[in-house]
């Protein structure tokens, strides 16, 4: 009976525990409420994170239109700037330095010789100089001294400035600049790699374009035939590329009057927010047309070397990857050509990205050598992986022969004496024994 009643009451239903439950739910609902805490924090911090890429991106974007909009605003003020100063210098009187100057002999040929090293630190002290200066009987060799300097590039501007204010009380001082400045270009193109007059050829190509442009040369075919035939000579005649800093830098900071030029990158930009593009209207139009017109023939035939000069080096890597593959290691004469070939594609490639930008023109394609990808593909590297039961060393072996029947036969050699006669290895065996003894009876 009380067996039975036992069986009966392990059948029975067992009521639940109810604290035991409770904690249950509890912890359940502790689990559900934190992972619901932690999804809402992970949607607020990439709502934040939103938040702040957005933020990011509206002040990148402001700055952006401020820096184009101060680009405008300056292109604007220096167009300006040289109108202004060209109209003063084309207006300037064509009589004698005003009375009351100082003409001592000392003062005046110590500003002459000044003229050798102008630097823009000394703007103002050689504008005071000049304006209490009469230089009417030094006025030949103040354009000898100005034309046989070597100026830096970025005293240029300071020497324009200066030429300016001696061509506004000397009218014959220009003329004679004029042909001082073109005995520069007066020998023709060097073929050295480095010639010693590159600086001045870009200091004096660079100086008679911008006084063109302010007005102290004049307007005349003879003017414009001198930048027009140097830049033409350097066209036709520079075949190894010698004088590209100075195309360069004539684009850089001539182009934009003497050739209608604005840079891509400015043009995109100010065309990005919806500015005007400003373009000077200095120079004649017909004369920017056939300046750019040269500047555009020089960067195709830059073009064309950096494609054909990348080709090589394409070339060379090729053979010296064959070479450390095959023999580990290439010749020094090897080796310093391709570093010679890089720095010259390095170097046409910077001046031809550089030269591409201010003209706003296309970069030639540099296509890769399908025959280094061949190489590439035809270096192999063989993966072992052992068959089932199989040790690594025997499937490397086994990779070797490509089957066991292979390995077999090079690796295990038949035991001859178990198929040849017998009677064969005894002949041969008394030769031996023979050969043998006779060594001993010479010896």
């Known amino acids: 009976m009380s067996r039975r009643l036992g069986k009966e009451l392990e059948k029975a239903p067992r009521k639940p525990d109810s604290k035991r439950t409770g904690d249950e739910d509890s912890t359940q609902a502790e689990k559900k409420d934190s992972n619901e805490h932690e999804g809402s924090k992970a949607e607020e911090q990439t709502q934040t994170g939103d938040e702040e890429a957005a933020r990011k991106r509206e002040k990148e974007e402001e700055e952006a239109r401020i820096e184009a909009e101060t680009l405008h605003r300056e292109l604007i003020e220096r167009l300006e700037s040289k109108r202004?100063?060209?109209?003063?210098?084309?207006?300037?009187?064509?009589?004698?330095?005003?009375?009351?100057?100082?003409?001592s002999i000392k003062k005046n040929s110590a500003f002459v010789k000044k003229l050798k090293s102008v630097t823009e630190q000394q703007r103002d002290s050689l504008g005071r100089e000049v304006k209490g200066l009469n230089l009417t009987r030094y006025i030949d060799?103040?354009?000898?001294?100005?034309g046989e300097a070597k100026y830096k590039v970025s005293d240029v501007g300071c020497v324009v400035y200066i030429c300016c204010l001696i061509h506004r009380s000397y009218a014959d001082f220009s003329p004679k600049l004029l042909v001082e400045l073109g005995k520069v270009f007066a020998e023709g193109l060097s073929k050295d790699e480095k010639p010693a007059h590159l600086t001045q050829y870009r200091t004096a190509l660079r100086l008679v374009a911008e006084l063109v442009v302010c007005g102290v040369f004049p307007d005349r075919k003879s003017t414009y035939g001198l930048i027009f035939r140097v830049l033409e000579m350097i066209v036709n005649g520079d075949e190894n590329f010698i004088y590209m800093s100075v195309i360069l830098s004539f684009?850089?900071?001539?182009?934009?009057?003497?050739?209608?030029?604005?840079?891509?990158?400015?043009?995109?930009?100010?065309?990005?927010?919806?500015?005007?593009?400003?373009?000077?209207n200095l120079v004649s139009s017909k004369f920017q047309a056939a300046c750019f017109g040269l500047l555009q023939r020089y960067f195709g035939s830059l073009s064309d070397a950096l494609v054909k000069e990348h080709r090589v080096l394409q070339k060379m890597e090729r053979r010296k990857r064959k070479a450390m593959l095959t023999k580990g290691e290439i010749s020094d004469e090897q080796q310093e050509a391709l570093e010679k070939k890089e720095k010259l594609c390095d170097r046409l490639l910077s001046n031809s990205t550089a030269l591409a930008d201010v003209l706003d023109l296309d970069m030639p394609d540099l296509p890769e050598d399908d025959s280094l990808q061949k190489d590439e593909d035809a270096i192999v590297v063989g993966v072992i992986v052992p068959k089932e039961g199989e040790s690594y060393e025997d499937a490397a072996a086994n990779a070797i022969w490509g089957d066991e029947d292979t390995r077999t036969f090079y690796e295990k050699l038949i035991d001859l004496k178990s198929i040849i006669p017998g009677i064969l290895f005894k002949d041969s065996e008394g030769t031996d024994t023979d050969a043998a003894e006779k060594g001993k009876e010479e010896v």
């Open 141 to 146: 060799e103040a354009a000898v001294s100005i």
């Open 84 to 103: 202004e100063d060209r109209e003063r210098n084309l207006g300037s009187s064509e009589g004698s330095a005003p009375k009351g100057k100082d003409t």
């Open 251 to 280: 684009a850089r900071h001539c182009g934009e009057d003497m050739a209608g030029l604005v840079s891509r990158k400015q043009r995109q930009m100010l065309e990005r927010f919806g500015f005007s593009v400003p373009r000077s």
